[in-house]
């Protein structure tokens, strides 16, 4: 078992070349800061939830989740959200694989520390490209609803809030937290703007959004859509976020 293991463990580096993501979050941080010669093994999810919005390669290289899997390609690293596959980090660990967990911001400030432990982990010591915060623009005095699947709108004291009251919008839901909408109450008392935050698709959590009443609200807005993985996955394009909603 012993020389088991010692196959199995990596030659640990403070710049690590072979990288192995666990999940969609990571993969998006990889595919920002990892670049050059590094070998990049991105999540079973990222093919499902593609960007398309993105000019990236077809044939990225992912694995399929499993323990297994992983250990053939004998990582330096794996990097993870903190809430994704605790069993599989753990046993990863317990085989001399260095694993390195992430928290998800959850404030545009986090974004900045985020980005630095994320550099760090990397082996990247220079912070003079992270991203600072962007500036708080003038209050428009005009309502937004970021609107998710499931006829879930986005309310107060979230990462959401902050980056449409940093790009001077009001947000039209008044709760704290994600909030389920109803649609008489939208229709009755349509916001001055909708945003569609959720990944396109035909799919029962996006009905809310199809009917025609939301559609002629989306239409009259200007604008239905945005990228839906920039919500999704906080980061240094949550900044490019608030300047696209002030200049909107």
């Known amino acids: 078992m012993a020389a088991l293991l010692l196959f199995l463990q990596p030659g640990h580096s403070d710049s690590p070349q072979k990288i192995v993501s666990l999940d969609l979050c990571s993969d998006w941080m990889l595919l920002k800061y990892a670049g050059g010669s590094r070998e990049l093994f991105l999540s079973p999810l990222f093919r499902r939830y593609r960007a398309n919005s993105l000019q990236l ?13 992983i250990l053939s390609l004998r990582p330096d690293l794996v990097i993870s959200g903190e809430y994704n596959a605790p069993v599989l980090r753990q046993r990863l660990s317990q085989l001399g694989i260095k694993v390195v967990v992430f928290a998800l911001p959850g404030s545009l400030q986090s974004i900045v520390d985020y980005q630095q432990q994320f550099k ?28 998710g699947p499931n006829a879930i709108g986005t309310g107060q004291q979230t990462l959401e809030h902050e980056i449409l009251s940093r790009a001077g919008w009001d947000n039209y839901v008044e709760q704290a937290g994600y909030v389920n909408l109803a649609l008489e109450q939208v229709v009755a008392d349509p916001p001055d703007a909708i945003l569609w935050s959720a990944q396109p698709s035909a799919s ?18 200007g604008r239905g859509h945005t990228d839906y993985w920039r919500w999704q996955c906080p980061g240094p394009w949550s900044f490019d976020l608030v300047e696209e909603l002030a200049a909107w």
Not at 57 to 69: F, K, N, R
Not at 120 to 139: V, W
Not at 204 to 221: E, I, K, T
Request: proline share 8%.
């Open 204 to 221: 029962l959590a996006g009905q809310f959004a199809r009917h025609p009443l939301l559609q002629r609200l989306l239409a009259r807005s």
């Open 57 to 69: 390669p077809q044939d990225l290289p992912s694995h399929d989740g499993s323990l297994e899997h």
């Open 120 to 147: 760090s982990a990397l082996g990247l010591a220079d912070s003079e490209n992270i991203p600072q915060l962007p500036a708080a623009h003038a209050r428009k005095k005009q309502s937004l609803l970021l609107l």
